[in-house]
């Protein structure tokens, strides 16, 4: 994602932008979870599993069928488009023509670095454990319905 940004939004608009997205991961999940408590309170939950996938291939249908790595790439992009987000792209510094190297040890010995990572990484398990859990303990610790714990 964050690739595809780098190529396509620009500078000064990315903040903005990445608010948006990772706001959208968010509402994703406050989307499909009530979804799935109506699916599995009328068909039962392996429907939800068919559901979710059936979603989650026509997101990738509209995404592979509309969005391009570059700008440069994409059939219908006007040619005003095209030159403001190259212009903007290339003078932040943020484009390059080939693959550069990955600094490494700079990576590995650089304290905000690891910061970041750990808490990315606490962040997802504990967003992940509350989302995978939070049914169940609503269910066996308040005796509520799926329906009624997750609409």
């Given at each position: 994602m964050y690739a595809c940004i780098a190529q396509w939004i620009p500078p000064l608009e990315r903040p903005r932008f990445i608010a948006?997205?990772?706001?959208?991961?968010?509402?994703?999940?406050?989307?499909?979870?009530?979804?799935?408590?109506?699916?599995?309170?009328?068909?039962?939950?392996p429907t939800a599993f068919y559901v979710t996938g059936i979603c989650s291939l026509l997101w990738c249908v509209l995404w592979f069928s509309i969005i391009y790595s570059t700008p440069a790439q994409?059939?219908?992009?006007?040619?005003?488009?095209?030159q403001y987000i190259e212009n903007a792209v290339r003078s932040s510094g943020?484009?390059?023509?080939?693959?550069?190297?990955?600094?490494?040890?700079?990576?590995?010995t650089s304290l905000p670095f690891w910061?970041?990572?750990?808490?990315?990484?606490?962040?997802?398990?504990?967003?992940?454990?509350?989302?995978a859990q939070l049914p169940t303990f609503m269910k066996n610790i308040f005796g509520l319905s799926i329906k009624m714990v997750i609409t």
């Amino acid at each position: 994602m964050y690739a595809c940004i780098a190529q396509w939004i620009p500078p000064l608009e990315r903040p903005r932008f990445i608010a948006v997205v990772l706001y959208a991961i968010g509402l994703g999940t406050a989307v499909a979870l009530p979804m799935c408590g109506m699916v599995i309170d009328a068909a039962g939950w392996p429907t939800a599993f068919y559901v979710t996938g059936i979603c989650s291939l026509l997101w990738c249908v509209l995404w592979f069928s509309i969005i391009y790595s570059t700008p440069a790439q994409h059939p219908r992009i006007s040619r005003e488009e095209l030159q403001y987000i190259e212009n903007a792209v290339r003078s932040s510094g943020t484009s390059h023509n080939g693959p550069t190297r990955v600094p490494w040890k700079n990576m590995a010995t650089s304290l905000p670095f690891w910061a970041i990572t750990v808490t990315e990484m606490c962040n997802s398990y504990g967003i992940t454990i509350i989302r995978a859990q939070l049914p169940t303990f609503m269910k066996n610790i308040f005796g509520l319905s799926i329906k009624m714990v997750i609409t």
